[in-house]
């Protein structure tokens, strides 16, 4: 869905309609919808991706809010940004490493296997993950 389309005016009409129509405490709700939907028609690939991220950062934040010792704190906080920033990386900069590797081990004469993978970064995926962190 492009932003330009007419589908899009339908859903963030859509949208805007149900915010408007909850409570100004429940008003979060029908924008979580949405957003969900909206990386689901993009990939529901990404969607489990994105719930995924989104229960391994509740689970981390329930589990430093339990802990009893700084140290375990700090451990789980880097659990979470290493969590964070690797999706980041992966998806955005991995084509990019990998070329970087390719023509690296060229030139040393080291066999290379691994090809670029084709995908679509997922929508939002910096802003998502640093808004996060």
Same mark, same amino acid.
């Given at each position: 869905?492009?932003?330009?389309?007419?589908?899009? !005016?339908?859903?963030?009409?859509? $949208?805007?309609?149900?915010? &408007?129509?909850?409570? $100004?405490?429940?008003?979060?709700?029908?924008?979580?919808? @949405?957003?969900?939907?909206?990386? @689901?028609?993009?990939?529901?690939?990404?969607?489990?991706?994105?719930?995924?991220?989104?229960?391994?950062?509740?689970?981390? @934040?329930?589990?430093?809010?339990? @802990?009893?010792? &700084?140290? $375990?704190?700090?451990?789980?906080?880097? $659990?979470?940004?290493? &969590?964070?920033?690797?999706?980041?990386? !992966? !998806?955005?900069? !991995?084509?990019?490493?990998?070329?970087?590797?390719?023509?690296?081990?060229?030139?040393? &004469?080291?066999?290379?296997?691994?090809?670029?993978?084709?995908?679509?970064?997922?929508?939002?995926?910096?802003?998502?993950?640093?808004?996060?962190?």
């Amino acid at each position: 869905m492009i932003f330009n389309s007419l589908e899009f !005016f339908f859903f963030i009409s859509l $949208t805007l309609l149900a915010y &408007h129509l909850f409570k $100004t405490n429940y008003r979060w709700f029908p924008l979580l919808i @949405a957003g969900f939907v909206f990386y @689901a028609l993009f990939s529901p690939a990404y969607l489990v991706l994105l719930l995924l991220s989104i229960l391994i950062d509740y689970i981390l @934040a329930i589990r430093i809010h339990k @802990a009893t010792s &700084h140290f $375990t704190r700090i451990l789980l906080l880097l $659990t979470g940004l290493i &969590h964070n920033l690797g999706l980041l990386i !992966f !998806f955005k900069y !991995f084509n990019f490493l990998n070329s970087i590797l390719l023509s690296l081990f060229k030139n040393i &004469h080291i066999s290379y296997q691994f090809t670029n993978l084709k995908w679509l970064v997922p929508v939002g995926l910096s802003y998502y993950t640093f808004k996060k962190i």
